[in-house]
């Protein structure tokens, strides 16, 4: 499905009727990197775009949707209000310090102005890191690029779109069968 | 004039699993039964008002926020805790208790009618003959003051209406039940259980027993293989209270329910010996209100039937109502966990599943039932299962991009887990206390906690991470993990034993009816009358004690002896 199906298909679950110039419009709001079309509570704009940036290298628009056609930045500023210590909100306001700072050093542009292969290079660097928290034994408090992920997954898969339209959704599947061959093309099935 | 019109046959304490069950019983042998219930009320499947929510249609997806963090630090550590389910648990903070520093117990709760029947693991499983002997054999406290064959019978009745789905294996230590047809096996149990049964002949697997139905009955409609039971079932397909036994008793027109009633102390009348009535408090108009009856059934939960207990000093009770014999509050038990290891299966990639099962498997007792073992006594079962991984394993692995995000929107890889549980020993020192230096959100004294497992405990625990892995890996499981953490008594959710069943009044506060031996017309039939822990879920055993000791009861007071 591509983004303008996505768009019509979420209008239709929300009840709303889109004309076609709309989706357009819809449609290159979501190219505009240096905006946000919501208020954020808890992150400054600029880090709310920051992150939806991150968010969208995780899981990027394809033939299905990517972490900012399904709100996925706006639901990670509520998470991270709502959801997380003093200290772990923190970590991840200086993370995404740390990610301007290295993003101006190493490209001289913002990350929110870098290209993907540059966000990727900058995002793999902080895999890395977080690879060596892991084998470190996870003694201190988890770091930004793993919450960041965590919160991108719980968000996408979670959303009505994906779950709807891109993942095997039955809210009442009514039997179980515990051990049955698969279709090659199987979908993850989900339910409430 | 009032005490005529707050007087009844009969006041049970409680509406959880065993408040329910006594209500049902009594109030079907004609008795006018009174239920305090010290929460609100929760009517079945109207106040389930998440059950039917959309992952998206919670604010946080399901996750607790600081705030629940903050209210239930406590309730909020447990499995079943989350965005859907924490209106089940109460808040900790009106409701505390205390803990030594160096050893934290973790007390579980759900103040409501319906109590933890609510938010039970539904894993129903019968004691055998061997754990009624168990004390008597071994030397260990008292013996029990009954033995399987008297409760052989009760464990059927429950059964039936209840309705456990579960395969009969014919083990003497894990007797057969009155069953539904079993759930079934995934690929990856078959598998596994295929090879335990192969390099052991002791040892064997089978499917959860639990009380979630598979055909529909007096009712209540079969499984729809949603997993969501803790946010309650529009169903009734797992067994509650709500979905069940207080529908069955209300059906009497006999059963008067009272939520929001905290039961203060048991009034004793020193002219009969008895109890004459029940001092509540009112919870939402501190309100003291007493009520009357000709026998009480304490149905409180384990710690707080003991607390109600300890609460009702009086000159002729000064250490605590029916404590005579001292016992009171001591050998509290729990069961031990967080031993378990898990396994990665490459070779089931083609399997899958329809539906999502509320219900594990389980591994019966092996140790000591008929050789000795050299490190410790009793034993431990295994509960766990097979599960595909979803999107959620992401997290797991390195990675991000397009080829990340498709791979998560298929079906991940299979794993299996298998969890022990041990018997815990009754210790005189494992024990509650009443403290009036904290008290809660009514001025009311609370209680101090102190419990710590020991030395069979920890050993056995050395053969559960041992079992638990060499099992796994015999059915080919890759990487298999062991976690072999501490663990914190409480967790279990399985307390028990503070008001035990003896044959002797100087060591026990219960006879073998569940009957208190200093006042003959309190029967106490929760989890405080547990004289050893078994390894087995305690809740089916909870149910099938309190039917006997309920009908005896009726018995009795026809009998005119009440």
Not at chain 1, 4 to 31: D, H, L, N
Not at chain 1, 86 to 96: P, R, T
Not at chain 2, 224 to 247: K, V
Request: glycine share 8%.
């Amino acid at each position: 499905m591509d983004r303008r199906e996505a768009i019509k298909r979420t209008s239709r679950i929300m009840g709303i009727a889109i004309s076609s110039s709309v989706i357009t419009a819809i449609m290159e709001g979501c190219t505009i990197k240096n905006d946000i079309n919501w208020i954020p509570s808890f992150l400054t704009k600029d880090q709310a775009i920051l992150v939806g940036q991150v968010a969208e290298r995780i899981l990027p628009s394809t033939d299905t949707p990517g972490a900012l056609d399904v709100g996925v930045d706006a639901f990670i500023d509520v998470m991270l209000r709502d959801c997380y210590k003093k200290a772990q909100q923190e970590i991840f306001l200086s993370g995404v310090r740390e990610l301007e700072e290295i993003s101006q050093a190493s490209f001289e542009k913002s990350f929110a102005d870098c290209d993907h292969k540059h966000q990727d290079t900058l995002l793999k660097k902080l895999e890395n890191d977080s690879e060596t928290w892991k084998k470190d034994g996870k003694s201190s408090e988890r770091p930004f690029f793993l919450i960041v992920k965590e919160l991108t997954l719980l968000g996408y898969f979670t959303s009505e779109e994906i779950m709807k339209n891109h993942l095997e959704y039955n809210p009442i599947p009514g039997r179980f069968d515990g051990c049955i061959p698969m279709d090659k093309n199987q979908k993850l099935r989900v339910g409430n | 004039m009032i005490k005529k019109q707050n007087t009844y046959d009969a006041i049970v304490v409680g509406s959880g699993i065993t408040g329910g069950w006594a209500a049902k019983e009594l109030c079907e042998k004609g008795l006018k039964t009174l239920v305090l219930e010290r929460g609100r009320n929760v009517n079945h499947v109207i106040d389930y008002q998440t059950t039917n929510m959309a992952p998206w249609d919670f604010i946080h997806r399901g996750r607790e926020t600081q705030d629940d963090i903050e209210n239930q630090p406590i309730q909020s550590t447990t499995y079943a805790f989350n965005e859907g389910t924490k209106q089940f648990f109460v808040n900790d903070k009106e409701n505390p208790y205390s803990t030594p520093k160096d050893k934290p117990f973790r007390w579980i709760r759900g103040y409501q009618v319906g109590g933890r029947s609510l938010i039970w693991g539904r894993q129903s499983y019968r004691l055998g003959v061997i754990d009624f002997e168990a004390n008597a054999r071994e030397g260990i406290e008292i013996d029990w003051p009954i033995r399987y064959k008297d409760i052989a019978p009760w464990y059927d009745y429950v059964e039936s209406f209840a309705g456990i789905s579960g395969q009969a294996e014919g083990l003497p230590q894990l007797p057969d039940g009155v069953f539904q047809p079993p759930m079934e096996m995934y690929c990856v149990e078959k598998k596994v259980k295929d090879a335990i049964e192969k390099n052991w002949s002791d040892r064997m697997l089978t499917i959860g027993r639990t009380a979630n139905l598979t055909r529909p009955l007096h009712g209540r409609g079969a499984c729809q293989y949603r997993d969501l039971c803790n946010r309650g079932c529009p169903y009734g397909a797992y067994f509650s209270s709500n979905s069940s036994t207080l529908p069955a008793a209300n059906a009497t027109g006999n059963l008067t329910l009272r939520p929001n009633s905290i039961a203060v102390t048991l009034i004793f009348d020193e002219k009969t010996g008895k109890a004459s009535g029940i001092r509540i408090l009112d919870s939402e108009t501190s309100e003291t209100i007493e009520y009357f009856a000709k026998v009480i059934f304490l149905c409180a939960s384990t710690l707080g039937t003991t607390w109600l207990l300890l609460h009702s000093k009086s000159q002729y009770f000064p250490d605590g109502f029916g404590n005579s014999s001292g016992v009171l509050g001591h050998y509290l038990m729990d069961h031990h966990f967080q031993v378990y290891s898990i396994a990665e299966f490459d070779d089931l990639d083609d399997n899958y599943y329809y539906g999502s099962r509320p219900n594990g498997i389980y591994v019966p007792r092996f140790r000591n039932i008929k050789e000795k073992h050299p490190d410790f006594l009793r034993g431990y079962g295994m509960q766990g299962g097979g599960y595909r991984v979803g999107w959620g394993y992401g997290n797991d692995q390195t990675g991000f991009g397009a080829s990340f995000k498709n791979s998560l929107m298929s079906p991940g890889p299979w794993r299996m887990n298998l969890h022990a549980f041990g018997e815990c020993l009754p210790y005189y020192d494992n024990k509650v206390e009443l403290n009036p230096n904290v008290t809660d959100k009514w001025g009311l004294p609370t209680l101090t906690i102190i419990c710590e497992f020991k030395e069979n405990e920890y050993a056995m625990r050395k053969d559960m991470a041992q079992t638990t892995y060499e099992m796994l890996e015999s059915a080919g499981g890759k990487n298999v993990e062991t976690h072999y953490g501490p663990d914190i008594p409480g967790f279990g959710i399985h307390e028990m034993g503070t008001a035990r069943m003896g044959k002797d009044p100087k060591t026990s506060v219960l006879n073998k009816y569940n009957q208190m031996h200093d006042a003959v017309n309190v029967f106490v039939t929760d989890g405080s009358c547990m004289t050893s822990s078994a390894c087995q879920n305690p809740s089916l055993t909870y149910m099938a004690l309190t039917t006997r000791a309920a009908n005896y009861a009726v018995d009795q007071l026809k009998k005119g002896n009440l």
